[in-house]
């Protein structure tokens, strides 16, 4: 089983900056072979894509709405992946869960085979 948990959180204004750390365990993971995204969910709407890395070369995803503000990374001897956001806008409230998968679609939640329990990030102007 692989596990996901995410942390960094927290209720900020618009402007600020926050980092959300998403740590991954199980003997069965192993950083290299699973690509890692960041997911998030306002209240009443669907989950929508953000960014995306991949595990044998990092290479980077973003959806448009977020590009240049945010930057997903990853560490794998820590197994744990980051997303850094900056200027942070009230529309980016929501729930954000961080997942892994095995497989090549990156910018779909259908995609993913684990998951996070998500960490909240409100954004007040």
């Known amino acids: 089983q692989v596990q996901l948990v995410e942390s960094g959180g927290g209720l900020v204004q618009a402007g600020d900056s926050l980092r959300l750390s998403c740590a991954a365990s199980g003997r069965t993971f192993s950083s290299y072979m699973y690509a890692m995204g960041w997911f998030r969910q306002a209240p009443g709407k669907e989950r929508e894509f953000v960014a995306a890395?991949?595990?044998?070369?990092?290479?980077?995803y973003y959806t448009d709405s977020v590009k240049g503000r945010f930057t997903i990374s990853r560490d794998n001897a820590k197994n744990a992946m980051y997303l850094q956001i900056d200027s942070l806008k009230p529309e980016d409230t929501a729930v954000y869960y961080c997942?892994?998968?095995?497989?090549?679609?990156?910018?779909?939640?259908?995609?993913?085979?684990?998951w996070g329990q998500g960490t909240q990030v409100t954004v007040s102007s």
């Open positions: 890395i991949t595990g044998r070369n990092g290479r980077t």
């Open positions: 997942a892994a998968t095995y497989g090549n679609v990156l910018d779909s939640a259908a995609g993913y085979d684990y």
